[in-house]
């Protein structure tokens, strides 16, 4: 069973970068789908980007051109670069695994963007 660990959160200023992670416990490769997504207090849970096996990538709206996602089979981890950023992205963010039989979220990791 795959498990999920992200990490690389934490407190920025407005226009700065983080980089997230997603490990996983075992193989991607196989995985169709990897997605991030966030919530922020008081607001439903939103899809920000999503990565599939065939080498596909979606945004939301609100992210291109400023958030960047990433595989990597050979480590099995995804990544999500996040340049630009601004108040409106502090969130929890969380990774997520899917094929067609399941779906797997990590714990989430904090993203505050404040000066």
């Known amino acids: 069973q795959v498990q999920l660990m992200e990490s690389g959160g934490g407190l920025v200023q407005p226009g700065g970068s983080l980089r997230l992670s997603c490990a996983a416990t075992?193989?991607?490769?196989?995985?169709?789908?990897m997605d991030w997504y966030r919530q922020a207090p008081g607001k439903e849970r939103e899809l920000v980007a999503r990565?599939?096996?065939?080498?596909?990538?979606n945004y939301a709206d609100s992210v291109k051109g400023r958030f960047t996602i990433s595989r990597d089979n050979a480590k099995n981890t995804v990544y999500l670069q996040m340049n630009s950023l601004k108040p409106e992205d502090t969130a929890v963010y969380y990774c997520?695994?899917?094929?067609?039989?399941?779906?797997?979220w990590g714990q989430g990791t904090q993203v505050t963007v404040s000066s």
């Open positions: 997520a695994a899917e094929t067609a039989l399941w779906r797997r």
């Open positions: 075992g193989s991607i490769l196989t995985i169709n789908i």
């Open positions: 990565a599939t096996s065939g080498g596909s990538t």
